[in-house]
Each structure stands twice: as C-alpha cells, then as structure tokens.
C-alpha cells in the first residue's frame, strides 16, 4: 500500500511496508502477474506498482493483514476519487526522493531473463517431443542471442548450455526415431529435420566457445562474468546522453549505430562484420552511407593481408551500391575514393603473389582466417572481380561526362580525373600480365585502348607519362621514339589473337581510326576493305555499329584532307544520305516527324551518346561533304546533255540544297556554311572559280581542321582544277580547237597540270577529243549520236542497273554475306561475292564511254569497292 493515499488510521508497520515494497519493486515498465494479483485481496489492484517482486507482494500481504476490512475499502474509494496523474508539488518532491533509493532492472538482465525463459519453454516441449514448439521456440532464442551480440554483449553461457543439449536431444530423438514402430506425425517429422538443420548450423557459427564451455565450463562462465559485470546504479537519461557523448579512445572501440546498435570493430569479429555487412546489402531501407563508414572502420583495423583485401573488396562494391539509380552518375568524391581503393587493392595483390583474388574460386569458410600456409598449394584464391571493378569506374566515368554540362568548368575539372583512371587501367594490366590471365587481360587492354585511340598525340604523351611515374608498369608503354601508332599497333596486335570475336573487331576499327586520324588514308582503307567488317557490322551490338560509324566519317575525314575529294565524297556519301549523322554518331538523340520514342527508348539513346570531347563536329563533315560533293557534282552537271542523265544524282543532299538555292529569287550575302558552299557551286558552274576560292577558303569551320592552311591551299588547287573541267564540259561543243596555253592562263595553273588534266578527260572519255602536243592545242572531236543511239545507251544502263540490283537480292537471300565475328584468320571473302564485285566492276567500266557517266579511275572502284557496300548495310540496318 502507498503511502500517498495513507488515512489517519494507517499504522506505521503499513508505512515501514509501503517503502519496503518501493525499495524491492522491479521497475516501472513490468506489469504485475495476474496470480500475485489475485492472492492480494486485501489490497487494490489499482494501487500496485508496476514490477513488484514476490518479497515484496509477500511482505505486503502479512502487514495488510492486520488491518481492518473497514480501513482498506475507505482507503480504495479514496484511490479510486484520487488519480496519480494529479499529484501535489510535495509529492512530486516525495516521490524524486524515492527515485534515488528505486532499483531499476537493467535492459541485459532483461534480456537473459527472457533467453531463460524461453529456454524453459524448450525443456518443456522437449519432454512431450514435440519438436513444433521446440523449433519456433529456437528461432526466438537466436534472434535473441543476435541481439546480444548486435549491442556488444559476449554470448551467455545458458545459450551455449542449450545448443549442447539440444544437440544430443536431437541425435537421441533420431536414434528412437529410427528404432520406434510408430512414426511421428509428419510435421512433427518435418520439425525434426529443420531442427537439425539449424542446430547444425548455429553450433558451426559458435564452434570456439562451444569447444570451451565443454572443456570447463565453470570457467567458461566465469570468464562470462567477468567480462560482463552490471552496473550497479542505474543512470538517468541526461547521464547516459553524456556518457555516449564522451566515449574513451580506445584501440578496440564501438560505434552505436541506428537504433542503438552498437558494433564492435575489431580484428578478431572483423569476418562477422563484414558477413553482416554483405547480408543488408539489397535489402530495403538498408543505410548504405553506414554501410561504407562501417567498412571503412574494418579497413583501419584490418590487420592481415587477407583481411585488407576482403575488405576493400566488399568497400568497392559498396561504393557503387551507393546509386542505384541506374540513369544517374555516381558522386564524384565516391567515385575518387573507390579509385583510389581499387589502386590499393591492385597495389596489395601485387605485392603479395600467394593472395589471387579470381570469379571462379572452391568453396572455402568466409568467417575463418586465412593465409598461403593454411592453403595446399601455398595460394590464396579469393573470390572477386578486379576486372569488374575497372570496368565500372570506366563506365561511371562516362555517365558522369555524359550527365555534366560540357561548357562550363565542372567539365574539364572532371575530365582531368581520366589520367588516374588511366594509371588504374594500366596497373589492372600489369597485375593480369602477372596473372597470364588472357581474358580478363584483353578486356582491361582493350579499355585502355578505348581512352586513347581517338586523342591526338600530345593528350597520349600526357597519359603515358603518369603511366610511367608509377610504381607498377604494364609490358606496353609508349616507345622511347615517342610514336603513339607504335603503341596503338601493340595493343591491337594483342588484341588480334584474343579467341572473343567482340574483341577483334573492336581492335581493329579502333586502329583503323588511329591511322585515318593521322592522313594514312591508305592503310586505313586497305585494313578496313581486307576485314570485310562492312558485311558483318549490321548484326553486331549497338556500341560496336556506332565505332563503325565513327570509324568511316573518320576515314573521310582523312581522304578530303589528303585531297582524296571523290573517295571522301563517296565515304560520307552513304551516312549523309540517311540524314541522321548526329544519331549514328551518338552526339544526340534523331527526333523524326512521325516518330515518338518511348520513355525507355529515349533513356536507352541518352545512355548511349558519346562524352563531348569524344564528338566529331559535325559542322565541319557537313562542310567536307558539301563541298567535296560540289567538286564531284559540278563538272557532271556540265557534262549533262540530256534530261535523263541530267537525273542521275551522285550526291542527293547536294542536289537537294542546290536545286533549293537555283529557285531563290533574291539571294543575300553568305551567312552560314550551306549559304557558302551553294553561291560557290553558282561560280562555279559560271566559271568565275576565283569566286568560288574565295568563298570556300573564307568558311570559318576550317580553323578546326588540323593543318587548316594546307587543307585551304589543296581546296584552291582542287577548285581550279574542277574549273577548268567544268570549262571544258561546258564549251566543248563550241570549239574545234582550244589552246592549252589559254587554259593555262586563265585557271592559273601550270601548262604540265593543264595537260594532265586533259589527258585524264581524254583516257576516260569523259571528252570527245584529242591533243595535239606540237601545236599546244587540244582538237575536239563531234559525235552525233542518232536517237537509237541514245535509246541503246539508255536502254544498256537500265539493263545493267537491274542486273546489279538481281545479284544483290541474290546475294541477301542465300546469305552469302559473312555472319558476325567471322573472318576470324583474316581469310579472303566468299568467291562469289567477289565475282559479283568483278561483274560490277566491268558494268562500270562498260558504262564509262557513256559521256556523263559513271566516273572511272581508282575513286570510282573505290566507290565500287566500299560505297556501295556501305550503302546495302546502311539499307539493311
């Protein structure tokens, strides 16, 4: 009974009673048991506090006992009148005072008392066998005992009395199991063997304290209790904030993570907590910000080799587990920190030759330590992926270049970030070297290859110099000479012998590039004409058909800057006829009129574009292309006699925009490249070819071409020459004889040049005439032709465009054609595409004597040769 509520009446053994029962109450969180409840019926159950221990409920009953009946029921209708919640100031004071002098159960002791309380449960259902209730009992025990060891707590000694017993239970209950005539029931059966199940795997997980406790175990439980001593006062709420607050430095600490659980860093539970750590990763609400800290804390403690590079195993992973998002970059101080980690990670391997970290690995104990003197071959295999890790710092990299605006400064304070990327990627190749690993070592290879490949010579020299700073060096470097195609020529040369066709071919259109890059337009197109890569590429992977992409408007690129004009023209001709570059360049996404992406179809494409530094200015191949167009369109406008050859077109898109600009009405000063290239073409077909110099050398787009003062002096020779063409087409018919002198002075060029020139018309018979070289003269030679004539020829050019187009629907259906990651030796091609190349060659050649026609010479077998094969894959895809 309280003393609060006392009458006048009350003796003083209720009050001496009353405080006893204060002193020996449990805590204010317990509720009172029903039966102690009952047994009381002198006193209020209203009046109880909450947790009263048996002592008390008993000494409270014998003093309430020598009280009236009278007493007690006017001391009830005065409790019920007064509630507790409207206590006076002097209670409160009253009650602060008993504060100090109230025990107060511990959370710990809670805890054990419910593990003892469950583990009665277990003895119980033990003795009716039944295994039901024993098994979900079980469950409960673990969860407890992980509870223990979630706040830093040694497992109790009763947890691993009970696993010892329970074991021989269960192997004395199979034993009757299979001696007794009448089975179990079968979820009692069922029970049994998940019961072994578990029992076996929880007596593996405590194995070492089990050993001790059955070899003493009143040792065992002393070394418990030492280690585990309870408080003796309890603190109040302000204390513990303060004394969390103002932990101790110690070597081994803990950490009170979310929600009050605490983790013990050591090197000894290191294994545990990384076993911990690797089951929350994935699952839901799990704090991956924690997750890193907490590893990065087992980093710090990680005593062993082993144990360093298990840990910064599960670190890296971690790290990209931050974003899950699979749209968006990794933060940047992640990625720089995963990099740095992978770097260490690739420094410790190397130093440490018995420890291999592999995918494919035997089984092994993930909770055991390990070292090359506990392994039978004296090497260490480690479950993990090096490879993995280098490919996806490389393909967040790229995401984080592709989601950064690329004008302003953030771009390029990102984008310096790829030189150590590029330090990583050479020592992941040197530890494979190590390794003599040919797969993993050709991926890795083949990245660096990617960061280099389409960078000029002086961003090379910059990234192999960090290379060669560094502690571990692959066996390919750049040579002393400083030739980076030496180095681009190594790396695919090792590449060409990797057994992955994906490989291969990547390789080979990477140094294909290379070589366009740097005006060797003729190893490039040779390597790219023997790969018969144009056959194949329309069933290769998105990635592999946009490197083809770039690969040939590079390969143009090379072509016009080495004055190549009518092979430049026929190579962009087939990705400007599409008209869509930018999409099959990946530099942005083609929106059509009549076509509307899906949401996932646009994320798909976005994923896809190239970083900005990668692009190809696509201003500046528009430019190429136009005005090699105009340099090849021109003269075969002039030759045109007749509106049918008249509409037989080289270059649609020229034709397009030079039609456009023939119906203009007013036509202003040039403003932007289109507008230069269309008057040009206009002065050009006039005759007024230093016009037409001037307005193509005056297009601002050249300064971006490396060597731009060599390209403008080869476009002015090249126009002067097309002039004088375009002259000669024009006013033929109007000559009998013309001086080669007057040519030479009215086109500037050199007599030797202005002979050439003709001579060439002449061979290919592009003119009807002949040279006088005594008299300097060219002598032009009128050939009427009947109308049957011109029908036949007509006729014959049809007849042969059918043909051609009958072969190709041939070829299609019987698939002649090579399937993706063929030609893997390099072998010659299908000998009758080759015939059928052949047979095309010679229509060709039979239609040159037709004035206006097909063009002959090496450009027009090179058109042969690549356009038109370009043009039947870009229709196929």
């Known amino acids: 009974m309280s003393r609060f509520f006392r009458q006048a009446g009350d003796s003083d053994s209720e009050s001496e009673s009353s405080e006893e029962e204060l002193m020996s109450s449990e805590g204010e969180g317990e509720a009172p048991k029903s039966a102690a409840a009952a047994a009381k019926p002198a006193m209020s159950r209203f009046l109880r506090t909450a947790g009263d221990s048996s002592d008390s409920e008993s000494e409270s009953e014998s003093d309430e006992e020598e009280s009236d009946i009278s007493e007690d029921e006017a001391e009830k209708e005065q409790q019920q009148k007064r509630s507790r919640f409207l206590r006076t100031g002097s209670d409160e004071s009253e009650s602060e005072d008993e504060d100090v002098k109230r025990v107060v159960k511990s959370a710990k002791d809670k805890r054990l008392e419910e593990m003892e309380a469950t583990g009665k449960v277990m003895d119980n259902a033990l003795k009716i066998n039944d295994w039901v209730a024993i098994s979900n009992e079980f469950d409960k025990l673990v969860r407890m005992a992980q509870r223990q060891q979630n706040v830093a707590e040694p497992v109790p000694p009763f947890y691993i009395r009970t696993l010892v017993n329970l074991e021989a239970a269960l192997n004395s209950a199979v034993a009757k199991e299979k001696e007794a005539r009448k089975k179990m029931n079968a979820s009692n059966a069922r029970a049994l063997s998940a019961m072994k199940q578990k029992v076996k795997k929880v007596i593996k997980e405590h194995e070492v304290d089990i050993k001790r406790f059955q070899a003493d175990p009143e040792t065992f439980e002393r070394e418990w209790q030492a280690a585990a001593v309870p408080e003796t006062a309890a603190k109040s709420k302000k204390a513990k904030r303060k004394a969390e607050g103002e932990e101790e430095e110690q070597d081994e600490f803990t950490?009170?993570?979310?929600?009050?659980?605490?983790?013990?860093?050591?090197?000894?539970?290191?294994?545990?907590?990384?076993?911990?750590?690797?089951?929350?990763?994935?699952?839901?609400?799990?704090?991956?910000?924690?997750?890193?800290?907490?590893?990065?804390?087992?980093?710090?403690?990680?005593?062993?080799?082993?144990?360093?590079?298990?840990?910064?195993?599960?670190?890296?992973?971690s790290r990209f587990d931050y974003n899950s998002s699979v749209t968006t970059h990794m933060p940047v101080d992640l990625w720089v920190a995963a990099q740095r980690e992978v770097d260490q990670l690739i420094a410790i391997v190397a130093e440490n030759p018995a420890y291999v970290v592999q995918e494919i690995t035997d089984d092994y104990d993930e909770l055991a330590e390990r070292s090359p003197e506990t392994e039978k071959d004296g090497v260490v295999r480690i479950r993990g992926s090096i490879?993995?890790?280098v490919d996806r710092l490389d393909d967040e990299f790229t995401k984080s270049l592709q989601n950064i605006d690329p004008h302003g400064t953030e771009y390029v304070e990102r984008l310096k970030d790829e030189k150590g990327l590029y330090c990583t990627i050479c020592r992941a190749?040197?530890?494979?070297?190590?390794?003599?690993?040919?797969?993993?070592?050709?991926?890795?290879?083949?990245?660096?290859?990617?960061?280099?490949?389409?960078?000029?010579?002086?961003?090379?020299?910059?990234?192999?110099?960090?290379?060669?700073?560094?502690?571990?060096?692959?066996?390919?470097?750049?040579?002393?000479?400083?030739?980076?195609?030496?180095?681009?020529?190594?790396?695919?040369?090792?590449?060409?012998?990797?057994?992955?066709?994906?490989?291969?071919?990547?390789?080979?259109?990477?140094?294909?590039?290379?070589?366009?890059?740097?005006?060797?337009?003729?190893?490039?197109r040779d390597m790219l004409l023997m790969s018969h890569l144009q056959e194949s590429i329309y069933s290769a992977d998105v990635a592999t058909q946009i490197l083809y992409n770039r690969t040939v408007v590079q390969l143009g690129l090379s072509a016009f800057r080495c004055g190549l004009i009518k092979e430049a023209q026929a190579i962009l001709q087939d990705i400007f006829s599409t008209q869509r570059v930018k999409e099959l360049l990946a530099q942005g996404v083609h929106?059509?009129?009549?076509?509307?992406?899906?949401?996932?179809?646009?994320k798909a494409e976005r994923q896809r574009q190239l970083p900005f530094h990668m692009h190809i200015n696509t201003e500046l191949l528009?430019?190429?292309?136009?005005?090699?167009?105009?340099?090849?369109?021109?003269?075969?406008?002039?030759?045109?006699?007749?509106?049918?050859?008249?509409?037989?077109?080289?270059?649609?898109?020229?034709?397009?925009?030079?039609?456009?600009?023939?119906?203009?009405?007013?036509?202003?000063?040039?403003?932007?490249?289109?507008?230069?290239?269309?008057?040009?073409?206009?002065?050009?077909?006039?005759?007024?070819?230093?016009?037409?110099?001037?307005?193509?050398?005056?297009?601002?787009?050249?300064?971006?071409?490396?060597?731009?003062?060599?390209?403008?002096?080869?476009?002015?020779?090249?126009?002067?020459?097309?002039?004088?063409?375009?002259?000669?087409?024009?006013?033929?018919?109007?000559?009998?004889?013309?001086?080669?002198?007057?040519?030479?002075?009215?086109?500037?060029?050199?007599?030797?040049?202005?002979?050439?020139?003709?001579?060439?018309?002449?061979?290919?018979?592009?003119?009807?005439?002949?040279?006088?070289?005594?008299?300097?003269?060219?002598?032009?030679?009128?050939?009427?032709?009947?109308?049957?004539?011109?029908?036949?020829?007509?006729?014959?050019?049809?007849?042969?465009?059918?043909?051609?187009?009958?072969?190709?629907?041939?070829?299609?259906?019987?698939?002649?054609?090579?399937?993706?990651?063929?030609?893997?030796?390099?072998?010659?091609?299908?000998?009758?595409?080759?015939?059928?190349?052949?047979?095309?060659?010679?229509?060709?050649?039979?239609?040159?004597?037709?004035?206006?026609?097909?063009?002959?010479?090496?450009?027009?077998?090179?058109?042969?040769?690549?356009?038109?094969?370009?043009?039947?894959?870009?229709?196929?895809?």
């Open 387 to 389: 490879i993995s890790f």
């Open 255 to 317: 950490t009170v993570g979310k929600g009050g659980k605490a983790i013990q860093f050591t090197s000894e539970g290191i294994f545990k907590n990384l076993q911990l750590v690797q089951e929350a990763r994935g699952k839901k609400n799990t704090d991956r910000a924690e997750q890193i800290r907490i590893l990065e804390k087992l980093l710090e403690v990680a005593a062993t080799v082993y144990q360093r590079i298990r840990v910064l195993l599960a670190l890296v992973s």
């Open 622 to 877: 528009e430019a190429a292309f136009l005005v090699s167009s105009m340099l090849v369109e021109i003269p075969l406008l002039a030759s045109i006699d007749n509106e049918e050859q008249r509409r037989k077109t080289i270059s649609k898109p020229f034709r397009r925009l030079l039609d456009f600009a023939d119906r203009q009405v007013f036509t202003g000063p040039p403003e932007s490249t289109r507008d230069h290239i269309m008057q040009a073409s206009k002065a050009l077909q006039n005759g007024e070819w230093e016009k037409c110099r001037d307005l193509i050398q005056s297009i601002k787009i050249w300064s971006l071409m490396p060597e731009a003062a060599s390209v403008k002096d080869m476009l002015a020779k090249r126009i002067q020459e097309e002039g004088l063409r375009t002259y000669l087409f024009t006013y033929a018919p109007h000559y009998s004889t013309l001086s080669l002198s007057l040519l030479s002075r009215t086109f500037s060029l050199p007599l030797r040049t202005v002979t050439s020139v003709v001579s060439k018309m002449i061979w290919n018979e592009e003119l009807s005439a002949s040279l006088d070289q005594a008299a300097g003269v060219v002598v032009f030679q009128r050939i009427e032709l009947s109308r049957p004539q011109q029908l036949a020829q007509i006729l014959a050019d049809k007849v042969n465009s059918m043909v051609e187009q009958n072969e190709k629907t041939l070829d299609n259906k019987l698939g002649v054609t090579a399937g993706w990651g063929d030609r893997a030796d390099g072998a010659k091609g299908d000998k009758r595409g080759e015939q059928t190349q052949e047979r095309r060659g010679r229509g060709e050649r039979n239609r040159g004597g037709v004035r206006g026609g097909a063009r002959g010479g090496r450009g027009a077998r090179f058109a042969q040769g690549l356009g038109s094969q370009m043009a039947g894959t870009q229709s196929r895809r």
């Open 429 to 524: 190749q040197a530890l494979y070297e190590q390794y003599k690993q040919e797969d993993p070592l050709g991926r890795v290879i083949m990245r660096r290859l990617e960061h280099i490949y389409s960078k000029p010579d002086a961003v090379v020299h910059a990234l192999e110099a960090a290379v060669a700073s560094a502690d571990i060096k692959p066996s390919i470097i750049l040579p002393a000479d400083g030739k980076t195609s030496t180095l681009i020529h190594s790396l695919c040369v090792h590449l060409y012998k990797s057994d992955n066709s994906f490989l291969r071919t990547r390789a080979m259109l990477s140094h294909i590039y290379h070589y366009a890059l740097h005006n060797d337009f003729h190893t490039a």
């Open 591 to 602: 929106q059509q009129r009549y076509q509307v992406l899906t949401p996932e179809q646009e």
